[in-house]
């Protein structure tokens, strides 16, 4: 990685990669570093880099910027937001990509130092190399939802944890008292969050529409609908269920090399965890009152296929039909054939 002379280009490439408290970037045209910086992840630090990027693009009158950076959690999301803002009406756009998509471009260009420059010519260079799709920020009511969900997500998990504790033998009373008053407080904090997203929804009549669909379909209730929009957002951006099965992280993924080398096909996990998790309980009900999830499960079980493979191509099964339902705006019907094109 060198700083070079400028050349013409009608793309410049900007890398961005997010921290906490900071983010460094990288300024590509081609092959081509013609600068970098750091900046505070604060709207300070984004009207800071609005500044650097206008007086870097000078040079480059009749060129497009395209921003691009990993999807990491909530330390990015304001940054897309006001790049996205920024952008509209204009020739420039922002990506927001997955980590593991960067992460394998950096092992194929043999990278071997890390740090966050680096990183974020890295990004910069995949951005120039495979011009990753425009970044669709959710609406208000989206970016709730999924807020929203997490928290419940996360309140499930300390129940779960403090459970788990009560249980194992704890026979000081003190503790097992304090252990009940944590329970009791994580039940409050469920049940309010739950009605929070059960206003939102009232007041979201799309989400609302959604919502309904997906719950004529036997194996998913409301919460995991709710997670599930929470999740994907809009199902519009996916062009098939396939492509949202990978998103999810449900794509077999196979090793074969030859003759001598067969590795087990298992799921590529490369993809969204919070709605893998989603559907973990779900596909245990629709395997049992889903004809359809049922069907496909109890064949692969009679195969002698083991019962997690089983329920992954359930789930993947699963999340087709939801992307179904919604696609269609129709409710569940198992009679249902689609036509093959």
């Not at 928290?151 to 129940?159: A, F, G, N, R, V």
């Not at 026979?171 to 039940?187: A, F, N, P, V, Y």
């Not at 929009?229 to 090399?257: N, R, Y």
């Amino acid at each position: 990685m060198s700083r070079n002379t400028p050349k013409t280009g009608t793309c410049i490439s900007l890398g961005i990669d997010i921290a906490k408290a900071d983010f460094a970037v990288a300024l590509l045209d081609g092959e081509c570093l013609v600068g970098e910086g750091t900046f505070a992840n604060t709207q300070g630090g984004f009207a800071k880099l609005a500044t650097w990027c206008n007086r870097q693009m000078k040079a480059y009158p009749d060129a497009h910027l395209h921003a691009c950076m990993e999807a990491t959690g909530s330390y990015g999301v304001e940054l897309a937001f006001f790049l996205h803002e920024r952008f509209s009406g204009t020739q420039h756009k922002v990506s927001v990509v997955n980590p593991h998509q960067t992460s394998h471009h950096a092992k194929s260009r043999l990278l071997r130092n890390k740090t966050d420059q680096i990183d974020a010519e890295n990004i910069a260079h995949f951005c120039a190399t495979h011009h990753p799709a425009d970044w669709q920020p959710p609406t208000e009511a989206q970016r709730r939802l999924k807020e929203l969900s997490r928290h419940l997500e996360s309140i499930e998990k300390s129940m779960t944890r403090e459970k788990n504790r009560l249980e194992s033998g704890i026979h000081d009373k003190s503790i097992q008292r304090q252990i009940k008053q944590m329970l009791g407080l994580l039940e409050e904090q469920k049940q309010q969050t739950q009605s929070e997203i059960e206003e939102l929804l009232k007041q979201d009549a799309s989400l609302l529409e959604q919502a309904r669909l997906l719950v004529t379909i036997p194996g998913v209730g409301r919460i995991t609908a709710v997670k599930f929009l929470a999740e994907v957002q809009d199902f519009q951006l996916f062009d098939s269920a396939a492509k949202l099965a990978a998103f999810a992280g449900l794509s077999p993924s196979k090793k074969q090399s030859g003759t001598s080398v067969r590795g087990k096909t298992s799921l590529s996990k490369q993809g969204n965890g919070h709605l893998r998790t989603a559907l973990y309980m779900p596909i245990l009900a629709a395997m049992r009152s889903n004809p359809i999830i049922k069907t496909l499960t109890d064949r692969l079980l009679a195969e002698g296929r083991p019962t997690k493979v089983a329920m992954a191509a359930g789930m993947r099964k699963l999340l087709h039909l939801m992307y179904g339902v919604l696609k269609s705006g129709r409710p569940f019907d198992p009679n249902f054939v689609p036509l093959r094109t």
